[in-house]
């Protein structure tokens, strides 16, 4: 069992090693530096003019360290496989699994420790919390971040009582937390101490609970892989299909051709599409409401809309290894067109609902309506000029 | 009108599987395609679907060819794969408009009759509105079967299509087969489900190493390969392999 724990450890390592240098190349690291530079400026500036001993103050320290406590799911790395496979190794799982905990306990330690530092000044000065016990307090939640991944190792067995609930858990710690830190810090150590030894003596159940283990670590690579591909193309990711039937009414069901069928649902109902239209045509709603100026919100929402487009270009080749596709009589000579037909009616809806919000947030109306039809006419040169000569470009990088 | 594969050769690259493989299905006729695993079944399939690079050899339908005009060769044929592959993002529903589209059905009041037929006789009447790939494997089987009948085309491909199905919905697969056959329809079919398999079809076509050894009726293989009238069928597989093994 040793070997194996070892092997997907290390495996798991270099695939999160590979990914983490994409998310994090230089630009990023300097954008991070820069964002985090801000807020600390903006912090240390202004914690020296906020008042001492507000109310709020502890329950909302609690707020973030139990938050914070709350983040990272435990890595088991099981595979679908290990059902066949390592269905008689039920009585070596606990051998399995701790190693998968000390594992899963690196992150969240390192982001307790990262937002307690950054809260420390505020929770000292402002908030009354002593020295030693706020760093007991921050000790005590490294252990209750153990118990719950413990907690959960115990829930992948079938048992009389599952103690772990993932909601219930949360408000727990966060009660106690606020009790604690009001009334007795140092209590919240005690508290986790024993919680953290407790769990060891809980019952549970010596029948594996495969199906719901190999799920619970499908969920939670789902989510690493959501994180990744937000930055890079994420390979073998499983992609959820919805079936979004309230979008319905944005199927175009005159001339149709099977690839504007096949595309239009596509956009609307892989969240690798739609999440993106989604995604972005919020983020240009946002800017354009932080900056309350028409000619910025317009700039940005010009290179929002490239962006966006530039991304939903690959749409074109999401059938292509659907034998089905290749195989029914779909025609592929004016595939192109068709791509190009649903995208620019997917774009003109993004225009549509940034050209509303720079109605609605910029206070000068009428220059607003001027960089809306601006903008129109930057997205149809982007639509109907730029965009062919792309998918010309990708079809020709098929071959047949 | 005949589906003619004359001297296909062909594989994957740089492998060749079919060798010079002879095989003619006339209107009106259901053929078996048996083989043990790795006979080249599937490859032959493949070619005919214009999936795989033939290395030589012609395959027409109706007198058209593969090669020089596959679009409207492919509008003359319905596959059912093995394993079913749908379009994630479509609704049963859609799958069914799409299959009307894509082969050309003009009377859609009429399809969709033929198409509601199809789901109450697979039992799929009630999830039209539902995402089949969410569905278990035998439900997704039955909606390539609804999806292949519906096209009505003039050869249906099927690759092994006992599996997962369960007993009600094999034996209205095989109805349909009977009356495509009736409706001078060709189907070529590849199975290991003997039994079931000769309900449907008039013939097999024996594939091993690559190529065709007869194309008969259960008893002329029987004859062609020595089997006793007391032998199972299924030694047929033994001495297939005791071929393949001499080779």
Same mark, same amino acid.
């Given at each position: 069992?040793?070997?194996?724990?070892?092997?997907?450890?290390?495996?798991?390592?270099?695939?999160?090693?590979?990914?983490?240098?994409?998310?994090?190349?230089?630009?990023?690291?300097?954008?991070?530096?820069?964002?985090?530079?801000?807020?600390?400026?903006?912090?240390?500036?202004?914690?020296?003019?906020?008042?001492?001993?507000?109310?709020?103050?502890?329950?909302?320290?609690?707020?973030?360290?139990?938050?914070?406590?709350?983040?990272?799911?435990?890595?088991?790395?099981?595979?679908?496989?290990?059902?066949?496979?390592?269905?008689?190794?039920?009585?070596?799982?606990?051998?399995?699994?701790?190693?998968?905990?000390?594992?899963?306990?690196?992150?969240?330690?390192?982001?307790?420790?990262?937002?307690?530092?950054?809260?420390?000044?505020?929770?000292?000065?402002?908030?009354?919390?002593?020295?030693?016990?706020?760093?007991?307090?921050?000790?005590?939640?490294?252990?209750?971040?153990?118990?719950?991944?413990?907690?959960?190792?115990?829930?992948?067995?079938?048992?009389?009582?599952?103690?772990?609930?993932?909601?219930?858990?949360?408000?727990?710690?966060?009660?106690?937390?606020?009790?604690?830190?009001?009334?007795?810090?140092?209590?919240?150590?005690?508290?986790?101490?024993?919680?953290?030894?407790?769990?060891?003596?809980?019952?549970?159940?010596?029948?594996?609970?495969?199906?719901?283990?190999?799920?619970?670590?499908?969920?939670?690579?789902?989510?690493?892989?959501?994180?990744?591909?937000?930055?890079?193309?994420?390979?073998?990711?499983?992609?959820?299909?919805?079936?979004?039937?309230?979008?319905?009414?944005?199927?175009?069901?005159?001339?149709?051709?099977?690839?504007?069928?096949?595309?239009?649902?596509?956009?609307?109902?892989?969240?690798?599409?739609?999440?993106?239209?989604?995604?972005?045509?919020?983020?240009?709603?946002?800017?354009?409401?932080?900056?309350?100026?028409?000619?910025?919100?317009?700039?940005?929402?010009?290179?929002?809309?490239?962006?966006?487009?530039?991304?939903?270009?690959?749409?074109?080749?999401?059938?292509?290894?659907?034998?089905?596709?290749?195989?029914?009589?779909?025609?592929?000579?004016?595939?192109?067109?068709?791509?190009?037909?649903?995208?620019?009616?997917?774009?003109?809806?993004?225009?549509?609902?940034?050209?509303?919000?720079?109605?609605?947030?910029?206070?000068?109306?009428?220059?607003?309506?001027?960089?809306?039809?601006?903008?129109?006419?930057?997205?149809?040169?982007?639509?109907?000029?730029?965009?062919?000569?792309?998918?010309?470009?990708?079809?020709?990088?098929?071959?047949? | 009108?005949?589906?003619?594969?004359?001297?296909?050769?062909?594989?994957?690259?740089?492998?060749?599987?079919?060798?010079?493989?002879?095989?003619?299905?006339?209107?009106?006729?259901?053929?078996?395609?048996?083989?043990?695993?790795?006979?080249?079944?599937?490859?032959?399939?493949?070619?005919?679907?214009?999936? $795989?690079?033939?290395?030589?050899?012609?395959?027409?339908?109706?007198?058209?060819?593969?090669?020089?005009?596959?679009?409207?060769?492919?509008?003359?044929?319905?596959?059912?794969?093995?394993?079913?592959?749908?379009?994630?993002?479509?609704?049963?529903?859609?799958?069914?408009? $799409?299959?009307?589209?894509?082969?050309?059905?003009?009377?859609?009041?009429?399809?969709?009759?033929?198409?509601?037929?199809?789901?109450?006789?697979?039992?799929?009447?009630?999830?039209?509105?539902?995402?089949?790939?969410?569905?278990?494997?035998?439900?997704?089987?039955?909606?390539?079967?609804?999806?292949?009948?519906?096209?009505?085309?003039?050869?249906?491909?099927?690759?092994?299509?006992?599996?997962?199905?369960?007993? $009600?919905?094999?034996?209205?697969?095989?109805?349909?087969?009977?009356?495509?056959?009736?409706?001078?329809?060709?189907?070529?079919?590849?199975?290991?489900?003997?039994?079931?398999?000769?309900?449907?079809?008039?013939?097999?076509?024996?594939?091993?190493?690559?190529?065709?050894?007869?194309?008969?009726?259960?008893?002329?293989?029987?004859?062609?390969?020595?089997?006793?009238?007391?032998?199972?069928?299924?030694?047929?597989?033994?001495?297939?392999?005791?071929?393949?093994?001499?080779?």
């Amino acid at each position: 069992m040793n070997r194996i724990v070892n092997k997907r450890l290390q495996s798991n390592q270099k695939k999160q090693l590979h990914y983490l240098t994409l998310v994090f190349n230089d630009f990023f690291i300097l954008a991070l530096i820069f964002m985090f530079g801000a807020l600390m400026f903006w912090y240390a500036k202004n914690i020296k003019s906020w008042p001492n001993n507000l109310w709020f103050y502890k329950p909302l320290i609690a707020l973030i360290l139990a938050t914070v406590m709350s983040v990272g799911h435990l890595a088991t790395l099981f595979e679908k496989a290990d059902i066949q496979f390592m269905l008689n190794q039920d009585d070596q799982m606990q051998a399995y699994l701790n190693p998968m905990i000390k594992h899963s306990m690196y992150l969240p330690t390192l982001l307790i420790i990262l937002v307690a530092g950054i809260l420390f000044p505020f929770a000292l000065t402002r908030a009354g919390i002593s020295n030693y016990a706020y760093w007991f307090v921050i000790l005590g939640l490294i252990l209750t971040k153990f118990t719950q991944l413990k907690l959960i190792s115990q829930s992948f067995y079938f048992n009389e009582h599952n103690f772990y609930q993932a909601g219930w858990f949360f408000l727990v710690v966060l009660v106690i937390l606020i009790l604690c830190l009001i009334y007795l810090p140092y209590l919240y150590f005690i508290f986790a101490l024993i919680s953290a030894i407790g769990v060891n003596y809980l019952p549970c159940g010596r029948v594996f609970n495969w199906n719901y283990a190999v799920e619970y670590e499908e969920r939670r690579r789902d989510i690493v892989d959501n994180f990744y591909s937000m930055f890079t193309d994420v390979q073998d990711k499983k992609v959820k299909i919805y079936r979004r039937k309230y979008l319905d009414f944005l199927l175009d069901k005159k001339n149709q051709t099977p690839n504007t069928f096949l595309y239009q649902r596509a956009l609307l109902r892989d969240p690798e599409y739609s999440n993106l239209l989604i995604r972005m045509t919020l983020f240009s709603l946002l800017l354009t409401w932080v900056l309350q100026d028409y000619l910025w919100a317009g700039v940005f929402g010009g290179l929002v809309i490239f962006l966006t487009m530039y991304q939903l270009i690959p749409l074109g080749t999401v059938y292509e290894h659907n034998m089905m596709y290749h195989v029914q009589p779909i025609s592929q000579a004016k595939r192109g067109q068709d791509l190009a037909r649903v995208l620019q009616k997917g774009m003109l809806l993004q225009w549509l609902v940034i050209s509303l919000g720079l109605i609605i947030f910029s206070p000068m109306k009428l220059y607003a309506l001027l960089a809306i039809v601006v903008l129109l006419a930057f997205t149809f040169i982007l639509l109907y000029l730029y965009l062919p000569v792309r998918i010309k470009q990708l079809f020709s990088k098929i071959r047949y | 009108m005949s589906l003619k594969i004359n001297k296909l050769t062909g594989g994957y690259t740089g492998i060749t599987i079919i060798k010079d493989l002879n095989l003619n299905i006339e209107p009106g006729q259901a053929i078996g395609l048996i083989g043990l695993n790795g006979a080249g079944k599937s490859t032959t399939i493949k070619h005919i679907l214009g999936l $795989l690079r033939m290395q030589k050899g012609t395959i027409e339908l109706n007198g058209t060819n593969l090669t020089q005009n596959p679009s409207k060769f492919k509008k003359m044929v319905a596959y059912i794969p093995e394993t079913p592959i749908l379009y994630p993002e479509l609704t049963l529903k859609e799958h069914l408009e $799409l299959t009307m589209l894509t082969y050309g059905l003009t009377d859609i009041d009429k399809a969709w009759q033929r198409a509601h037929e199809l789901c109450k006789m697979f039992r799929l009447d009630n999830k039209l509105d539902w995402l089949p790939i969410n569905f278990s494997k035998g439900m997704q089987q039955k909606v390539m079967l609804v999806a292949a009948f519906l096209a009505n085309p003039d050869l249906y491909v099927i690759d092994e299509p006992f599996t997962g199905l369960d007993p $009600l919905a094999v034996a209205n697969f095989i109805d349909l087969i009977k009356e495509a056959v009736k409706q001078n329809k060709m189907v070529l079919m590849t199975t290991h489900v003997l039994a079931e398999a000769q309900e449907a079809v008039q013939k097999f076509a024996v594939l091993n190493n690559g190529t065709i050894e007869i194309v008969g009726s259960l008893e002329e293989i029987r004859s062609f390969y020595h089997l006793k009238p007391t032998d199972s069928i299924d030694r047929l597989y033994k001495i297939l392999n005791q071929e393949s093994a001499n080779e």
